[in-house]
C-alpha cells in the first residue's frame, strides 16, 4: 500500500505543478511590421505560441497555434486565442483564422463573433 501511495503522489504533483505555472503566466506580443506572435514563457522558455500577420486592410490573420505537449489541456491555447480576439476588438482589426484550433475557439464563443472578417 505504501508504494501504491508514493506513485499517486508522484502522478498528481506534476498537474498540481502546471497549474500553479499557469496561474503566474503572462500573455506577452510582439510585432513587426506585419507580423506578430502571442506567446507565453515559463522560465524563459516559450511554451505556447500564436502567431498572426496583418494585412493593409485590417486584417488579422492567424496562421498558427501551439502549446507544449506538457502544458497541452490546460486553456493556453484558448487564452492566446481570447487575448488576439480582444487586441483585434481594441484596435479595430478584423481576424480571418487559417489556423483550424483558432478558427474553432472563435466559432464557438459567440462574444468572439464581432471581429471575424467577412
Known amino acids: 500500500m505504501h508504494n501504491r501511495t508514493a506513485r499517486l503522489i508522484t502522478v ?9 505555472i499557469i496561474d503566474f503566466m503572462e500573455i506577452q506580443r510582439k510585432e513587426t511590421e506585419d507580423k506578430g506572435k502571442f506567446f507565453i514563457e515559463e522560465s524563459d522558455r516559450q511554451i505556447a505560441l500564436m502567431t498572426y500577420k496583418k494585412s493593409a ?3 488579422m490573420t492567424i496562421d498558427h ?3 507544449n505537449s506538457n502544458f497541452r489541456g490546460e486553456g493556453l491555447g484558448e487564452d492566446l486565442v481570447a ?7 481594441e484596435n479595430n482589426l478584423r481576424i480571418l483564422a487559417t489556423c483550424p484550433f483558432a478558427k474553432k ?5 459567440p462574444e468572439f463573433q464581432d ?4
Open 65 to 67: 497555434t501551439e502549446v
Open 57 to 59: 486592410n485590417g486584417v
Open 83 to 89: 487575448a488576439g480576439v480582444k487586441y483585434a476588438q
Open 115 to 118: 471581429v471575424l472578417a467577412e
Open 12 to 20: 498528481i504533483y506534476p498537474k498540481a505543478r502546471i497549474q500553479d
Open 105 to 109: 475557439v472563435i466559432d464557438d464563443k
